[in-house]
């Protein structure tokens, strides 16, 4: 008996955005969470983008359960120079971008396929192209 091939597992990566909005509890972002722990899907963030999400405002206790309902992805040497290659194909540089540029990295390093879940989807489809699926939040 010859077996299908096992689809690849999908990951769900958020952005700064993502998180922020998973932490306050946001209606969407639940529903985005609830569907991907029922498929059995992954939902990661960067390291990187806890430290972008989080203000004076944030609610520790709630980010600290948030996060714990998440894989925490650090940024390694490997994520960080794919993030360096993916600014230069891009032709972009600097701090405005470099966040960006890591979250990109981590997805896709993650299972693929990778959607990333965003408030700046432009920025996102110009660093991945057509190797992660971007969604607008």
Do not use: Y
Not at 8 to 15: C, F, K, Q
Not at 96 to 109: E, F
């Amino acid at each position: 008996m010859t077996r299908a091939p096992l689809k690849p597992s999908p990951t769900v990566v958020l952005d700064c955005e993502g998180l922020s909005r998973l932490v306050r509890r946001d209606r969407e972002m639940f529903e985005w969470a609830a569907g991907a722990r029922n498929e059995n899907v992954p939902m990661v963030v960067s390291a990187v983008s806890i430290v972008e999400a989080t203000h004076p405002e944030t609610r520790l206790q709630s980010l600290d359960w948030t996060l714990s309902h998440l894989r925490i992805v650090p940024v390694t040497r490997e994520i960080s120079l794919e993030a360096v290659r993916l600014l230069r194909a891009a032709d972009r540089h600097g701090h405005k971008h470099a966040i960006d540029a890591v979250v990109a990295a981590t997805a896709l390093a993650a299972s693929q396929p990778a959607v990333i879940l965003t408030s700046d989807p432009d920025d996102f489809m110009t660093l991945c192209g057509d190797r992660a699926a971007v969604i607008k939040i």
